[in-house]
């Protein structure tokens, strides 16, 4: 019989686990490569301006440097000496040239790299290169510069929208009117950002990379040194944790190829925790405002919602900040606008969730604060408010049965305790609240190509080139061909992290079960049928669709003489193996016919300290409506790292700016707090684990962005519920409490 926990929906442990836990995993920054050497970066002291003078000669004596560096003698870069665009295959290149002239964007920015023969000497060195620059003025305050948004010119989505009458709410019985402001985060994985290349002669580059995909990377650099793209070999078959900022190449990976290049030696750069605050991106600072109305019996007439984000001045970055407003409840009026809001600070890149997360902390601390408004609880008013199907574009669903998470997730938190009168229970000595809010992110899927590999033995070798920066996709993905082929997991690989594996999508956007998990079952239906067809006479008495694929072998229950092995079709066959290459793709047909979203509902009890307004998270429920389940364990820890993610964003996490100077003043995580053991409460996992029949074969739906979307509103309804206070910036710290 075949292991459950190895079959779609069963809880299989990690395959790679006794490797990470033992230190058998080899991050890129682990591997070890002859005449190694080591790339410290020189940070600019100043926001905007120019260099006017470098002075590297000290640094260049310093003893072990090889080189020092600079955009006065960098290597020329083909693309940028081509004055291409500085963005590559659809905006995923640097942005920025590193090293290409004397130009000042942000402060940090990196104005030198220092190579030499250890890390240490590197160090010491990067502290000799002084510069002199010609400084000027400089804008990092959002807040200050809300005036100069810009309508994005990159994203025709997030064009201002309007469905029925402007600005509805405004004449409805019940409305309000509210600003919500999120600060910058940072993602900061625990492994930190960097890159190891190394050239083998003049056009032969090979690297290991911190990516959040092989393909990407490869393609961006071929593309930028004008190479073919099997020129470029990239590794990276662990990374410990991305949440979004290794979904481009950053200006200094480049650099760090440019220095490889200049002392013909391989490079290594590992950046600094400081540097993974000011050059590998962020969620942006984002001012929103949302008006909303309802009728006295709380049907929603009208919504608006703006929303001006922080942005780099050398490129434009756009997030689905305002989406979620315009199909996650049944109201027939609704406009939003975006704006982007140019400072001198490096580019944002998707955080967790992105734009989702951030325009969610406003809408449903909105609808919140309108079910107080009208007296209604808070999950009423969603479900009076729920959409028969998807509002904006006008389009069932391919599945919604987040009315059921509601009812799943009020129970395991003891919704009925809650009183819908704010400030009315105490426990232990602090004030309780319940709070709640609703998370949705698309079901997306992109074309994905995995390789299946039957061996004479019976084992079996699954591939492609997918990333897996911690969520388990191995994992998912040897579950899936175990389940098709009935084969143990034990005898199966699956291999990814390389560029030269079949084609797979950046793991980014919640996409990489729906994708390579497709390709995976796909690759492996095929070789099931494969294997029918050469099993010679050995099946002829039996219906090919009452077979049975178990144990390696294919058998009907009906006629226990049809069985065969595959070892022996491949033997009978005279085979060595049987190999399948399969591009999978969602036709567009049936994209065009449904809504395709995965949702998340997220409650939490809190206690706030009367006295100190300390908030504590007491408990906590994270559902998801994301279909069939693959691995339950895995996205489990899937669950419980978004909510984690989400205590951060409601009661920690803030990047500061000092705006004299331009510059972070919490960069270290001392100073920057994201939440540790000691925060986070009990977190109930539920799945409403129910098959979408259109998305996936597997009927699954994406989980890695839903995880953490609606989890910081609901912890903001809470505090409100518990104190009687609305707190519309975040993070809710003790002083905006007292
Ligand atoms: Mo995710 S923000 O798409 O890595």
Redesign the pocket.
Known sequence: MKNKDEKIGGRMSRVDAVLKVTGGATYFAEYEVPNLTYGVLVPSTITRGRIKNIDTKKAESAPGVLAVLTHVNAPKVPAYEAKEPSKTSSGRGPGMMAFHNDEIHFNGQPIAMVVADTFERATYAASLVKAEYQEQKHQTDLKANLAKGNVPKTNKSLQDYQRGEKDAYKTAPVNLEEEYVLPSEVHNPMELHGILAQWDGPDKLTVYAKT?GVKMTQQVIAETFKLPKENVQVHSQFVGG???MS?RVWPHEIATILAAKKVNRPVKLVITRNEMFTIAGYRPHTHQKIGIGATKEGKIVGISHWANVQNSNYEEFTEATVAMTKFMYQIPNVNTTYRVVPLDICSPI???G?GEATGAFALESAIDELSYALDVDPIELRIMNYPEKDPERDLPWSSNYVREAYKMGADKIGWSNRSNQPKAKMEDGMWVGYGMATGTFGAHRRPATARACLNANGTLLVQSAASDIGPGTGTAMVQIAADVMGIPANRIKFELGESNLPDAPIQ??SATVASVGSAVHEACMELRQKLVELSGNALKNAKVDTLVYEDGKISSPKDRSASITYAEVLKRNNLPKLEVIKESKLSEDQQKKFAMYSFSVHFVKVHVHPTTGVVKVKHAVALADAGTIVNHKTASSQMMGGAVGGIGMALTEEAVIDHRFGRYVNNNFADYHVPVNADVPEVDVLFVDKKDPYTTPMGSKGL??IAIIGMAPAIANAVYNATGKRIRELPITPDKLI
Do not use: D
Request: hydrophobic fraction near 30%; proline fraction near 15%; avoid cysteine.
């Open positions: 959040q991305a949440f979004g979904l998707p955080m967790r992105p980014g956007g890695g962005e």
